[in-house]
């Protein structure tokens, strides 16, 4: 049997996902989410087999989602915007639908999931980890206890390398986020962040002056 749970903020898409699964007998959908932190909270204490996961969502989107988690179950995500195709694969997505999603489209998409199973399974826990990219280049999402945090990057004073991890300095304090500092390298905004140091980037506002 292969545990499922739908997360899409969307009702009338959660209802398709539904009667078409109503197809596959051994899935069985153990609950449905309306939004991210819904969705987190679900895969955690339920340990799904595959989820359906809509990429645009209130708070946290789909592909924060998964950042936040150690070991994702595999994914197909499900969303009405074509330019999140790229990302959703870069996040090692068994498959992306776009909304609305046809049958044949949804069938092509569960064959895939069948085909590779567990062993995809397995190798897109361990690529997810590394190579997940958030949808929005504006924010921070990291884990801090038990709770979320969401760090404008406009709050960001500079990043600092820290073994396979990196402080991220804010006016409110010191974080840690388990990325490198050449991922966000390649992801910030090569006008608002400059890497200084192989340790270190810093945002070029915030440079008072040069020594060298």
């Given at each position: 049997m292969t545990r499922t749970i739908i997360i899409d903020d969307e009702p009338l898409a959660i209802d398709i996902i539904?009667?078409?699964?109503?197809?596959?007998?051994?899935?069985?959908?153990?609950?449905?989410?309306h939004n991210g932190f819904e969705g987190l909270k679900a895969i955690?204490?339920?340990?799904?087999?595959?989820?359906?996961?809509d990429i645009q969502m209130p708070k946290i989107n789909g592909l924060e989602l998964l950042e936040l988690l150690e070991n994702p179950p595999t994914v197909i995500f499900t969303t009405a915007f074509e330019e999140y195709a790229m990302k959703a694969f870069d996040a090692h997505a068994i498959d992306y639908l776009l909304k609305?999603?046809?049958?044949?489209?949804?069938a092509k998409a569960m064959e895939k999931f069948n085909q590779a199973n567990q062993p995809l399974t397995i190798n897109t826990h361990s690529a997810n980890k590394e190579n997940i990219h958030a949808e929005s280049p504006n924010r921070i999402v990291l884990k801090v206890k038990n709770?979320?945090?969401?760090?404008p990057i406009s709050d960001v004073i500079f990043l600092?390398?820290?073994?396979?991890?990196?402080?991220?300095?804010?006016?409110?304090?010191?974080?840690?986020?388990?990325?490198?500092l050449t991922f966000y390298e390649k992801n910030l905004d090569p006008t608002q962040f400059v890497r200084t140091h192989r340790s270190y980037i810093v945002k070029i506002n915030e440079i008072n002056k040069i020594e060298p």
């Open positions: 539904k009667e078409y699964l109503e197809d596959y007998p051994h899935v069985e959908i153990i609950t449905v989410c955690q204490e339920h340990q799904p087999d595959l989820i359906f996961l609305p999603i046809s049958k044949t489209r949804f709770e979320i945090k969401i760090i600092e390398a820290n073994d396979d991890y990196v402080n991220i300095h804010t006016k409110e304090g010191k974080f840690l986020k388990n990325k490198t």
